[in-house]
């Protein structure tokens, strides 16, 4: 089986940016060395190149941009992420969503990188969709519990396992991650146990008082 993985999204909250972010990590890092689950964190760009060197988790961008190297201004060149030292990226999540074909784009970008590839989507339709470009991962959110701090696996367990059956359809090799509310290890172990290979997550380690003991409890039960 494959190891599960806890992405953390540190979005652009307060909460996740400079010396919290560094506190994150290092809470991350530690629960992933003690228990052996791969947790990886997405913070804003410009952290993208310390955190890959300082910490022994991986690091995701949280978007992409379509481009090639050249004339652009303002974009996040897939190269630059690459260069920056980061596993992956997020693309097409639910606070920066893409075209059909800009999200082609930049799994095929990533592809060519060797970033792995994480396509957020927001419903079994889109996740069939998302598994059709045949990205590393399809991550499920229904944007409703996005930051709602109720728990997608309680809530609505019925679109994890609808998503997990329309990519498994599509393309098996595509995993499938879940997100939105996701707050405690009994959340994350129903996720798994419908078939997905991890979580997703923002606020509740994010805006926690205690990071390491959020970070600890998800992969209690894994
Ligand atoms: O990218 C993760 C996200 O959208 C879920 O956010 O705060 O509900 O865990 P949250």
Do not use: W
């Amino acid at each position: 089986m494959v190891s599960p993985l806890i992405l953390v999204n540190l979005k652009t909250y307060q909460e996740g940016m400079g010396s919290n972010a560094h506190r994150i990590a290092a809470a991350a890092e530690t629960v992933a060395r003690e228990s052996g689950v791969v947790i990886g964190i997405a913070p804003v760009f410009t952290e993208i190149h310390p955190m890959s060197h300082h910490y022994a988790i991986p690091v995701y961008a949280q978007h992409i941009d379509a481009i090639a190297p050249g004339a652009h201004t303002g974009h996040i060149l897939p190269e630059a992420v690459r260069a920056a030292g980061a596993r992956g990226t997020l693309i097409n999540h639910s606070e920066h969503r893409l075209t059909l074909a800009d999200i082609d784009a930049c799994v095929r970008a990533a592809q060519r990188l060797h970033l792995e590839s994480v396509v957020c989507t927001n419903n079994d339709a889109t996740s069939a969709a998302a598994a059709a470009l045949h990205p590393d991962y399809v991550a499920i959110e229904p944007p409703e519990l996005i930051g709602s701090g109720v728990s997608v696996s309680k809530a609505d367990p019925g679109i994890i396992e609808r998503s997990v059956n329309a990519v498994r359809a599509v393309n098996p090799e595509t995993k499938v991650l879940t997100g939105a509310g996701i707050q405690s290890g009994e959340c994350v172990k129903i996720a798994v146990d419908l078939g997905t290979c991890g979580v997703l997550l923002a606020s509740s380690v994010v805006k926690a008082d205690d990071p390491e003991a959020v970070l600890r409890d998800l992969v209690s039960l894994l």
